[in-house]
C-alpha cells in the first residue's frame, strides 16, 4: 500500500521550496487580495494593494525584543542562535552522523524561515562531534562573515579569556580558556558572556569541574541572569562554587529526552532547584527562546505553546 508513495516521494525531492516568515505572509496576503478583488472598484484595489504591501514592508516580527537568544533542540548536543534585528549569532551547531546532522535537520530550517542567508558569527565552544559536528554544513551554506574558536582552526580567530567583541549593540566577553589549544576537549569549552548591558547570559560549552573552579574566581565577570547549563547537566559540572559566582535566575540545558547518558543527573537539577534556579530542558521544553527587552526578559519553548494540540493529549493520556 505503500508503494504509490515511495513512488511519489522521488519527484518531490527537488520541488521543496524554502520560504522565509516575510514571504509566507506575503503570499498569505496576496492570495487574500485575490479573494477580495472582485469585491472591490478598481480605485478601492488600488488603495487596498498599496496598504498591504506597505504593512507587509514594515511590520515587525519581534515587535516587543530587542534581542533573542534561542537554544534550538538538537538532541544530545548543543546549538544557540543569538539574533539583534536582522543579524544572528550561531554558538555550535549540532552532531553530525554519516547521512546527515542537526545543522541540516533543525538549524538550516531556522534560520531560512527568518529569512537568514549568511550568519554573521560563527562560535564553537570545542570540537567533539555534539557541538561541532555541522560546521561544514554552517560554513558550507551560510558562509559566517567571522568565526571565533578555542582551537586552532584556520580562518577562525581566537575565543580565549579577555577576548571581547562589540556585536550589534551587544557585549560579547569571552572568560575561557586562557589559551588556544591544538585540540579543544569538554575542559577548554569557549565561554562567552553576552549582555546588553541591562541582562545577560552565560554560554558554558562542556565546561567541568576544575574550569568551574577558575572561573568562580572571576566573581562579577561571570555573574549572569540566565546559565546555560554546562555539559548537559552532568554530575562533572555545575559545581556550588561556579553556581555562587554566577548567581543565575535561570538554568536552561540542551539534552536529549531519554538519552542513554541518563542527562540531566537528577542531582544536578536538585540541586538548580533548592538555589530556586528556574530549571528548563529542550529534552522536557523543546526550543526555548529568550526574548530580551528594556523590560527584562520573556521565556517561550515551542513544546507548551503546541501542548494544546489534540493528538499530543491523546498520546499523553493514551500512551505515556
Not at 494593494?49 to 519581534?62: A, E, K, M, N, R
Not at 494544546?308 to 499523553?316: E, M
Request: aromatic share 8%; charged share 20%.
Amino acid at each position: 500500500m505503500l508503494e504509490p508513495i515511495y513512488w511519489a516521494i522521488q519527484f518531490s525531492s527537488d520541488s521543496w521550496i524554502n520560504i522565509d516568515r516575510i514571504n509566507l505572509l506575503q503570499v498569505f496576503a496576496l492570495v487574500v487580495f485575490m479573494f477580495l478583488r472582485p469585491l472591490l472598484k478598481r480605485e478601492q484595489q488600488i488603495i487596498v494593494g498599496l496598504s498591504v504591501l506597505f504593512i507587509i514592508q514594515t511590520v515587525d516580527i519581534h515587535p516587543n525584543s530587542s534581542w533573542q537568544v534561542s537554544i534550538l533542540d538538537v538532541g544530545h548536543g548543543l546549538a544557540v542562535l543569538i539574533r539583534k534585528g536582522n543579524q544572528h549569532i550561531l554558538y555550535d551547531t549540532g552532531v553530525k552522523w554519516e547521512t546527515g546532522s542537526m545543522a541540516e535537520m533543525v538549524i538550516a530550517p531556522v534560520l531560512r524561515y527568518r529569512g537568514v542567508d549568511d550568519v554573521g558569527l560563527l562560535i564553537l565552544s570545542h570540537s567533539d562531534s555534539d557541538h561541532a559536528g555541522g560546521r561544514e554544513y554552517i560554513e558550507q551554506h551560510f558562509t559566517p562573515i567571522s568565526k571565533l574558536s578555542s582551537q586552532r582552526i584556520s580562518g577562525y580567530s581566537p575565543c580565549v579569556d579577555k577576548t571581547m567583541l562589540n556585536w550589534n549593540g551587544l557585549t560579547l566577553s569571552a572568560v575561557w580558556p586562557p589559551k588556544l589549544v591544538k585540540r579543544a576537549y569538554n575542559p577548554h569549552s569557549c565561554v562567552i558572556r553576552v549582555t546588553d548591558g541591562v541582562s545577560s547570559i552565560l554560554l558554558t560549552g562542556d565546561i567541568e569541574a576544575i574550569g568551574e573552579l577558575l572561573l568562580a574566581k572571576k566573581g562579577d565577570e561571570i555573574r549572569s541572569d540566565i546559565l546555560l547549563v554546562p555539559h548537559h547537566g552532568s554530575r562533572s559540572s555545575s559545581t556550588d562554587y561556579f553556581l555562587n559566582a554566577v548567581d543565575p535566575k535561570v538554568a536552561i540545558a540542551s539534552v536529549a529526552k531519554g538519552n542513554q547518558w541518563d542527562l540531566p543527573s537528577e542531582i544536578v537539577v536538585n540541586k538548580y532547584m533548592t538555589r530556586n534556579i528556574k530549571w528548563l530542558d529542550t529534552g522536557s521544553d523543546g526550543q526555548i527562546s529568550i526574548d530580551f527587552s528594556r523590560n527584562g526578559w520573556q521565556i517561550m519553548n515551542i513544546r507548551n505553546r503546541q501542548s494544546l494540540s489534540w493528538y499530543r493529549k491523546i498520546l499523553r493520556k493514551g500512551v505515556e
